[in-house]
């Protein structure tokens, strides 16, 4: 399902851009553990052109080029390691994530810019279950700045994100 993310336009691309390029110089931008060395030395170009002039999709589509993807992936369970395919919606996932991570930001400064103190959280992708937790974020208002910080301070750690919920399909217009 595509996002609809309504204020797509080319001020929140350069204020996403900006916000991406700070996250670069200070080393924070998101790979996630999936993407192999070939992988990563291509996701932060993949990312720029995407927020430059692509959607959440496209993005999805330069991830899922060129063999981008660990074959296999640690994990846990009842306390034992093991080792295990990487899903087959390991690019969809990392690209939704990192365009609207950066969107969010992206809105954010504009509103801040704006004059508009806060935000309000939307579901900008349906998809066939919505998580409980998710749908309460549904019409918050929050603080522009806030969330602002909150998105700046934990770029690296997406798990630590208060709002929106990454995966969730939720997104924040002014």
Request: with cysteine; charged share 25%.
């Amino acid at each position: 399902m595509a996002f609809k993310l309504t204020e797509l336009d080319q001020k929140t691309r350069d204020f996403a851009l900006s916000e991406l390029k700070a996250d670069v110089v200070a080393g924070a931008v998101y790979h996630g553990s999936r993407l192999n060395s070939y992988g990563k030395s291509f996701f932060v170009s993949d990312l720029q052109k995407a927020l430059e002039d692509g959607t959440p999709e496209t993005l999805t589509a330069a991830l899922r080029s060129g063999d981008k993807f660990n074959l296999t992936e640690m994990s846990h369970r009842n306390g034992t390691r093991y080792e295990k395919r990487v899903p087959t919606n390991a690019a969809s996932l990392l690209a939704e994530g990192a365009f609207v991570h950066y969107y969010v930001r992206g809105v954010c400064l504009r509103a801040i810019e704006g004059g508009i103190d806060s935000v309000t959280v939307y579901r900008a992708r349906e998809s066939g279950y919505h998580r409980p937790e998710s749908d309460a974020q549904i019409g918050q208002v929050v603080s522009a700045s806030g969330l602002l910080a909150n998105l700046r301070i934990n770029a690296a750690d997406p798990a630590l994100i208060e709002l929106p919920d990454v995966g969730s399909g939720l997104a924040v217009r002014l």
